[in-house]
């Protein structure tokens, strides 16, 4: 008997033993395939919103200067700018004026933001698809905001951003610098924070450095480290992705602790028998090692076509909760499927490995008693 | 001749592996064809100096992590606990714990 031949004898009697069982079994493989969903989902989910983050955060200003009292963030001066703009290796200083606003009627945050283009139109706004969805505006509707004054004021919108943009615009309103400042009551030479262009981006660390004994009340915050914020919030060890991925690893250890220190009276005297009637201790394990795979290989593959499915066919609906929070305005987006071959394997050795290692250590342990013995248990 | 279970076996397994063969398939086919959308909105990234992406608008800090400061999530008294669901989820920027003015 060639050796192919003696594995499949050996996986059909593994599957025939666990068809035997097949209600226990069809539950721990459901349990299983929902364990490596989720665990898949978020790793699918998280490196397909950091890759993208890197790529589009990729236009965001060299440098974000913000000027910070007693621990805040405050308005900054054009005074400020001039002094920047004097920083040997800076090309370009502009004042950046963004700012939140609550909407009362449906409980929403918006973020408005300045642009020059939007200088050329006065009265009218360029809104997030979020904000047309919470306010059911479309394009020619007048939408009113509150003043600084108690007064309303209203902008006429002028163009939706599309909706597959929503990852960056959802919340959105694009308005002219002079609405922003009429409707917040700011003076002409105060902006939010200043942005800056770096002639050669290896010397942004040194301005950065320049900036900060030039302006000691002020904080310069770089690309580099507006990237490493969402690798940060994305990354495996920490924040959103820990926070699922914590309650799934714990209900995968309680299960393959389950598996690894029990085995049934029925288990054991199945080996039992199969040592009588001439099995050798490394079939018998051989025979346990597939039943390990045939669980463990099925219920990978099928978690992982179900979280891509989850996640990039259903847009994570299932994470949709956790990352709206109280949020009335949350953005609709269909994350890119970047994925690698890495994270395959990461997922293999994470689920498949420790399963069948814990299903192997027990049967060694009754594969190694005399048959006898057990039998008799 | 009735068929093994091994063969049974392989058959599934087989049939898994190429339907997740086809979704990678997909997941190469969609990230060419998003190229452009992925275009987009780093266009609009530049043109308006954005400087996050529009996760979470229920709190400020975590609406724009990169430019927060540290006492924002106790913005309301400094006993106040950060009481807005994403900021639970949301760890501080790691440039929070350089700056000497965050400290």
Redesign the interface.
Same mark, same amino acid.
């Given at each position: 008997m060639n050796w192919i031949d003696k594995q499949r004898n050996i996986v059909d009697f593994a599957l025939s033993s666990l068809l035997r069982r097949w209600k226990k079994n069809l539950a721990l493989l459901c349990v299983y395939t929902f364990v490596v969903f989720i665990v898949a989902s978020v790793v699918f989910f998280a490196e397909a919103l950091k890759r993208e983050a890197g790529l589009v955060l990729e236009g965001a200003p060299d440098v974000v200067v913000q000027r910070l009292v007693a621990g805040r963030h405050d308005l900054i001066s054009r005074g400020h700018m001039e002094k920047l703009g004097s920083i040997t290796g800076v090309s370009d200083v502009k004042g950046r004026l963004w700012a939140y606003y609550f909407e009362p009627s449906v409980g929403a945050n918006y973020t408005l933001v300045v642009t020059e283009e939007a200088a050329g139109r006065p009265g009218t706004v360029a809104i997030g698809a979020g904000v047309s969805r919470t306010l059911q505006a479309g394009e020619g509707d007048l939408i009113a905001f509150r003043g600084h004054d108690g007064a309303y004021v209203s902008l006429e919108v002028a163009r939706v951003f599309p909706s597959s943009s929503e990852l960056v615009s959802a919340d959105l309103v694009e308005i002219s610098e002079a609405d922003f400042r009429a409707l917040f009551g700011l003076p002409d030479d105060i902006y939010t924070d200043l942005t800056l262009r770096v002639r050669n981006p290896k010397e942004t660390v040194v301005v950065a450095d320049k900036i900060r004994r030039l302006l000691p009340d002020t904080r310069p915050i770089l690309r580099e480290e507006i990237l490493r914020t969402y690798e940060a919030l994305f990354d495996w060890r920490g924040g959103i992705v820990l926070a699922i991925f914590a309650g799934a690893a714990l209900a995968f250890i309680i299960f393959a602790w389950d598996k690894a220190t029990s085995l049934t009276l029925e288990e054991r005297r199945e080996i039992g028998i199969l040592k009588a009637v001439g099995w050798e201790t490394s079939e018998v394990l051989l025979m346990k090692s597939w039943e390990g795979i045939v669980i463990s290989l099925t219920a990978f593959l099928l978690g992982l076509i179900l979280a891509y499915v989850h996640v990039f066919f259903t847009s994570g609906t299932l994470f949709e909760p956790v990352l709206k929070g109280w949020a009335v305005l949350y953005p609709r987006f269909q994350p890119v499927p970047f994925i690698d071959p890495y994270q395959v394997a990461t997922l293999f050795f994470l689920t498949v490995v420790p399963y069948t290692v814990a299903t192997i250590i027990p049967s060694w342990g009754a594969a190694t008693i005399d048959p006898d013995t057990i039998m008799r248990q | 001749m009735r068929l =093994?279970?091994?063969s /049974?076996?392989i058959a599934?397994?087989v049939i898994?592996?190429t339907?997740?063969a086809l979704?990678?398939a +997909?997941?190469a086919v969609?990230?060419q064809r %998003?190229a452009p959308? $992925?275009d987009?909105? =780093?266009?609009?990234? %530049?043109? &308006?100096? &954005?400087?996050?992406?529009? &996760?979470?608008?229920?709190a400020?800090y975590?609406?724009?992590? /990169?430019? /927060?400061?540290?006492?924002?999530p106790f913005q309301d008294n400094p006993m106040s606990l950060d009481y807005?669901?994403?900021g639970?989820? $949301?760890?501080p920027?790691? +440039?929070l714990r350089a700056?000497e003015?965050?400290r």
């Open positions: - | =093994r279970k091994s /049974a076996f599934f397994t898994n592996v339907g997740l979704l990678f +997909h997941g969609e990230r %998003q959308v $992925l987009e909105k =780093r266009i609009i990234v %530049q043109r &308006l100096g &954005l400087t996050d992406l529009c &996760l979470f608008t229920d400020r975590t609406r724009n992590p /990169a430019v /927060a400061d540290r006492s924002t807005f669901p994403s639970s989820i $949301l760890p920027p790691p +440039h700056h003015l965050d």
